[in-house]
């Protein structure tokens, strides 16, 4: 079988589509490629709906956290300390049996004991959590300057915190956003091992490099193409955020502004 | 049938109700092992940091060396680990180590082996050189088994370390090094004496920050094939019917888990309210909104 009939079979096989089982012998290379590139269709599925939807509830965590509401506070604090305080692996867990017993009692709520829905579910709250901390730390971080300039502008309310807080903060936080960006697609290979089912073998990039390590009994071929692809997707991620951080920073002088390095510091 | 029983009460589970029969169903001897499996990630915990730390600090040095090769290999090391999710590492290195040693002892023990290593879908290597060997105790498969899962987490959380130390070890300031030098102190000196005393203040946030990450990545024992509480939160909250156990109960998974949770976020409360009280301590009278709020509330 040549390697464009494997690649046009397998491709899409982690989203249904294609042959329906998986090679079983004499696995080729092409085959191991093709495959694990196939789950990563997953990986890229929860991390950029996660994020793009976790950002909006991370910004609103994040005001909730430096608002002088008492309750606002206390809500923030807690479900960030409860999402950033526990294991990913753990959560996912007690989720997909929460959601089981959910689905019990409340047969419409099903669909949240599937991956799809269920995990990407978790990852959404767990990075909001992170992210808000993030946005948090970058809000006490807004020079004083700033914030009274902003005042003395006759800035107030909505149009304070659009115009001048909101943009200072992303500018502030976004190094550390990136990074909690990677990390969150590094999260989604969590998904198929912790309870969640792969159902009819369709499962992500690590699923399937798992699937051939235990089949063939060797390790140094499909783990080091997986860690080629999230090297690969690593980059992405970092070349869309350095866009995004370039015009986040345009006011800046050309060497005032802060590069996002190619190595992102362990900050979680 | 006689049981061995903490409780007098609970030598007949029948009868029992209420909290009576809590206090019993949590006390049989499975739950005894899932107790002790609490002790397994604390001993993890203790062996792994100080090793990883040892690891890390390998690798920065490595990562400085004047020495080309060596210092590619510290680079090399520090990058990939954190270009790839963790846990690839942890389901690789597990399965790599094992072959790794068992080949090394191949090689050592059966020289006069003539047939290949990998056979296909096998990795075949002679019966001395199996480990641990297949006649030796059921304690020794386990030991074996976490032995290897710290050093898998040692590698990757080295790496971790290493790049914590690495920048530390850039931030002390130059002029430093510089008057060491001119006080006629040799590299070797210099390292010792003034680079890794005054580098740990600059490394602090970043290790406390490692230590709530191997906190949290403890739970992956389980996938690394060690009967750690994930294991048996999976195992006792299962559905069990009265034919297989005198406590019959349904799926309570939710519940093990839920107290995985609060056994977690306790454990990283205490490290919190620790951090934080240094955050404080480095916010105090800075320009910034944060150090203005605490000048308010002073």
């Known amino acids: 079988m040549s390697c464009w009939q494997t690649i046009a079979d397998y491709s899409l096989r982690s989203i249904g589509y294609g042959e329906r089982l998986l090679p079983r012998g004499d696995f080729t290379l092409c085959q191991q490629f093709t495959l694990i590139g196939s789950g990563m269709i997953w990986n890229i599925y929860f991390g950029v709906l996660a994020l793009m939807a976790g950002f909006f509830l991370a910004t609103a965590l994040a005001l909730g956290k430096s608002s002088n509401t008492w309750v606002l506070r206390k809500c923030s604090d807690w479900f960030i300390f409860l999402f950033r305080g526990s294991p990913l692996f753990i959560q996912f867990f007690f989720a997909y049996f929460l959601f089981v017993a959910l689905k019990g009692s409340v047969p419409a709520l099903g669909a949240f004991t599937a991956p799809w829905l269920g995990a990407l579910t978790v990852l959404f709250l767990n990075t909001a959590a992170y992210s808000g901390e993030i946005f948090y730390g970058a809000l006490l971080s807004i020079p004083k300057g700033d914030t009274e300039a902003a005042d003395a502008y006759g800035f107030s309310g909505l149009n304070k915190f659009r115009k001048i807080t909101w943009p200072t903060m992303l500018r502030l936080a976004w190094p550390a956003y990136t990074n909690e960006a990677i990390f969150l697609f590094h999260a989604t290979t969590l998904v198929y091992f912790s309870g969640f089912p792969a159902l009819k073998q369709r499962g992500d990039a690590l699923y399937y490099a798992n699937y051939f390590a235990d089949k063939t009994f060797n390790p140094f071929v499909p783990y080091p193409i997986l860690a080629g692809y999230f090297i690969l997707l690593t980059l992405v991620v970092i070349w869309v955020f350095s866009l995004v951080n370039n015009r986040l920073n345009r006011h800046l002088p050309q060497n005032a502004r802060p590069k996002l390095r190619f190595r992102p510091r362990l900050l979680r | ?298």
């Not at chain 2, 300031?173 to 590299?187: C, D, F, I, K, V």
Request: with cysteine; charged share 15%; proline share 5%.
């Open chain 2, 1 to 298: 049938m006689m049981r061995s029983v903490i409780f007098a009460y609970c030598a007949d589970p029948d009868t029992l109700a209420g909290i009576k029969w809590l206090s019993c169903y949590l006390t049989t001897g499975k739950h005894l092992s899932f107790y002790g499996s609490f002790g397994t990630v604390l001993l993890l915990l203790a062996i792994t940091a100080p090793t990883a730390l040892l690891f890390g600090f390998g690798g920065a040095t490595a990562a400085r060396s004047p020495i080309a090769p060596l210092r590619w290999f510290g680079r090399g090391y520090i990058a990939i680990v954190r270009g790839v999710p963790d846990i690839a590492f942890f389901l690789f290195f597990v399965i790599a180590l094992d072959q790794a040693f068992e080949w090394m002892r191949h090689k050592a023990l059966c020289p006069d082996w003539d047939q290949p290593i990998r056979q296909g879908n096998d990795f075949v290597v002679c019966a001395q050189a199996k480990l641990p060997l297949s006649t030796s105790a059921q304690w020794l498969h386990e030991a074996y088994g976490l032995t290897l899962a710290v050093l898998t987490f040692a590698i990757v959380f080295g790496a971790f370390a290493a790049n914590v130390l690495f920048g530390a070890m850039r931030a002390v300031p130059h002029a430093q090094l510089e008057t060491a030098a001119a006080y006629g102190m040799s590299p070797r000196q210099t390292f010792w004496r003034v680079m890794v005393p005054q580098m740990w203040v600059y490394a602090l946030p970043g290790l406390s920050n490692l230590w709530m990450v191997l906190i949290k990545a403890t739970p992956l024992l389980f996938l690394l094939g060690v009967e750690d509480i994930v294991y048996w939160a999976r195992e006792l909250g299962g559905s069990k019917t009265a034919r297989f156990t005198d406590y019959p109960h349904g799926d309570w998974r939710m519940w093990y888990f839920f107290a995985l949770l609060v056994f977690y976020l306790a454990f990283t409360k205490v490290s919190e309210v620790f951090l934080d009280r240094i955050m404080a301590r480095l916010t105090k009278g800075q320009a910034t909104s944060g150090g203005e709020a605490q000048r308010k509330a002073a």
